[in-house]
C-alpha cells in the first residue's frame, strides 16, 4: 500500500501519521486503534502494525471522518443519525470503497 504523508480533502491538507502500536494512534493511549481522524489539526493517525488491507481500509475510513468533517451538510446530517450509526455507516462506506479501489488496480 502507498502510504501517503500528507493528503489533500477538499482543500485542506492533511498530515498522514504511521504508527506501529496501535495504542500509539490514540494520542491520550486510552484505547488500540487502527485510525483516528482529527480534523482541528488537520491529521489522520493510522496503525502501520495491522495488515496492508487493514491499513489501506483504516485510512480510506479517517478519509471518510474528513470529508464529513470538512462538508457542513454531511455533518450536520451525521450528528442527527448518532454516534454509533455514524460509525457503522462511514465503517461501511470504508470497506466498500476500499474493495472497490483495490478490485479495480486503483490504489496500488
Not at 7 to 34: C, H
Not at 43 to 50: A, F, H
Request: proline share 5%.
Amino acid at each position: 500500500m502507498k502510504k501517503p504523508k500528507t493528503l489533500n480533502i477538499l482543500g485542506a491538507k492533511y498530515r498522514v501519521l504511521y504508527f506501529k502500536d496501535p495504542l500509539e494512534v490514540d494520542p491520550d493511549g486510552r484505547e488500540p486503534l487502527f485510525g483516528l481522524c482529527r480534523s482541528t489539526l488537520r491529521e489522520i493517525r493510522i496503525c502501520s502494525g495491522s495488515s496492508e488491507s487493514d491499513q489501506h481500509d483504516a485510512l480510506v475510513h479517517e478519509i471518510i471522518h474528513a470529508v464529513i468533517d470538512q462538508c457542513p451538510l454531511l455533518g450536520e446530517i451525521m450528528k442527527k443519525i448518532g454516534e454509533d450509526d455514524h460509525e457503522a455507516l462511514v465503517g461501511t462506506l470504508a470497506t466498500l470503497l476500499s474493495d472497490t479501489l483495490i478490485r479495480n488496480g486503483l490504489s496500488r
